[in-house]
């Protein structure tokens, strides 16, 4: 995809419309720093315009009134397109976000096309209402569709957040306003067409690329019924605190600053390319799942130190389209310099840079970060306690499994994990006592199946999963005479 990708109307109601204003967002690639996409920027007005739609899609349209079959067979289709054209969006974000090819496909792509296909299994056994005996008589205890969605997703894996909302909320019955991220607002437009095409009704869903002012219009709206957002904790505070001006619903994915656990009785040929999996390799560690922290008994720390130092050395950093690049560019020049500055305050607080630390030679052009690897790092450094969303990771000493726990859950996220330990009972206890959303044993792991979200400031909350699509439903009691 070399020429520019131009949009000059937005997707309201389930159509192609004129937008109100006349700014654009200009998509600006992070590998040659110019402009590769255009699509007009969403006003207020707009929002105002979608809502309505929405509104009137669910309080009068067919959609939440058909059964879960039909809708299962319009959102199956919107799955099976994505699948049958799923190199053509690994593409598209790349050429957005900088995301290496390999990981757009695995990683972005193919881990929307699983988010669809197992939103549909849980629906597939989803119970609408049953009777049970109360306390004066019989009664109904019904789901329902929670209503209007505000859907408002990142630019970091931009289709996977989309379908982790869009998905539930679809098959709920629930319309949808989507907000995408500025940064990667082309497969949202993408999205919106195969919904089309695959014959979701008018009004359902509204794609509105926008900035924060259109943003906060949207989940103040008191048309909205519900806000699904993934994003930073500073914008999922000022989110929920302007839904609560109408008691909207809301669902929060936030940050992470998660643990990986090294215990003193773990392989190192298992634990070394999980964490790299887990750290620069998942999307250049612009990854809040990322495990940005391992701590590593002090009895084998020299050994691991020199694991990762040589891993994270020998890992190609380049062009994102280049089938062996493992980390590509940083999404925005403010985002490189965001990892650069912590890179430095690293070294102020005493940690050691054991490899990376700075732009890698050669890549002038292009937000590049080196894989960096800090070591002598200890939990109170703010290289340790802030979610930087980089190729940055640190290295942590411990003395004894209860300390390593206690570390795992020194920190204000709790959203993802992991434990490494030949003994795999041994692992899944230490997993039980850490607090965070997901740990895995052995291995780093985001599954699609299972509900996914954080302890703490790391959110409020599940996707993914028959928890995922529950989200998106209000419980009705019918008592019925005894």
């Not at 006592?433 to 302890?455: E, S």
Request: include cysteine; charged fraction near 20%.
């Amino acid at each position: 995809m070399t020429d520019i990708v131009d949009h000059h109307k937005l997707f309201i109601g389930g159509r192609w419309v004129e937008p109100t204003g006349d700014d654009t967002i200009e998509v600006v690639s992070p590998v040659t720093e110019q402009i590769v996409g255009r699509v007009p920027h969403a006003t207020p007005e707009d929002v105002d315009r979608a809502v309505a739609a929405a509104r009137t899609a669910f309080d009068h349209g067919p959609w939440p009134r058909m059964t879960m079959a039909e809708r299962i067979a319009v959102v199956t289709r919107i799955k099976d397109t994505v699948a049958a054209r799923h190199q053509e969006l690994a593409e598209l974000i790349t050429l957005q976000n900088g995301s290496p090819m390999l990981f757009a496909v695995r990683g972005q792509a193919l881990s929307t096309v699983g988010v669809l296909a197992m939103t549909l299994a849980a629906a597939a056994q989803f119970e609408e209402e049953h009777e049970r005996q109360g306390t004066g008589g019989p009664v109904l205890v019904r789901r329902e569709a929670v209503g209007v969605v505000a859907a408002i997703t990142p630019w970091n894996v931009p289709q996977l957040t989309i379908g982790a909302k869009l998905a539930p909320a679809l098959l709920a019955g629930c319309s949808v306003v989507l907000k995408p991220s500025p940064e990667t607002p082309l497969d949202a437009n993408w999205l919106a067409g195969v919904c089309a095409e695959a014959g979701l009704p008018e009004g359902v869903l509204s794609v509105l690329p926008a900035g924060r002012e259109t943003g906060a219009h949207l989940v103040a709206h008191p048309g909205i019924d519900k806000v699904a957002f993934t994003g930073s904790v500073a914008a999922g505070k000022a989110i929920m605190a302007a839904a609560a001006q109408n008691l909207t619903r809301v669902s929060l994915e936030l940050g992470g600053k998660s643990a990986a656990i090294v215990l003193d009785d773990a392989d190192l040929a298992v634990a070394v390319p999980a964490i790299v999996g887990g750290t620069c390799a998942a999307n250049s560690g612009q990854a809040c799942v990322a495990l940005t922290r391992v701590l590593v008994p002090a009895s084998r720390y020299d050994e691991v130190a020199g694991a990762l130092t040589a891993a994270f050395g020998g890992l190609k950093v380049g062009d994102p389209a280049d089938p062996a690049t493992v980390v590509g560019p940083m999404v925005t020049k403010k985002q490189q310099e965001r990892n650069l500055d912590y890179i430095r305050i690293g070294q102020e607080e005493g940690a050691k840079v054991l490899t990376g630390g700075g732009v890698p030679a050669g890549l002038t052009t292009g937000w590049y970060v080196e894989p960096t690897l800090f070591g002598d790092v200890t939990n109170d450094m703010r290289i340790a306690r802030e979610e930087i969303f980089g190729p940055v990771v640190c290295l942590i000493r411990y003395e004894t499994e209860d300390e390593a726990v206690a570390l795992a859950n020194a920190s204000e996220f709790g959203l993802s994990g992991a434990v490494f330990t030949a003994d795999t009972e041994r692992g899944t206890e230490v997993a039980r006592r850490v607090r965070t959303g997901t740990v895995t044993v052995n291995g780093f792991r985001l599954d699609l199946a299972a509900p996914f979200g954080g302890y703490k400031n790391s959110g409020i909350g599940r996707e993914f999963g028959p928890e995922g699509l529950s989200a998106y439903f209000e419980y009705k009691s019918v008592n019925l005479p005894a």
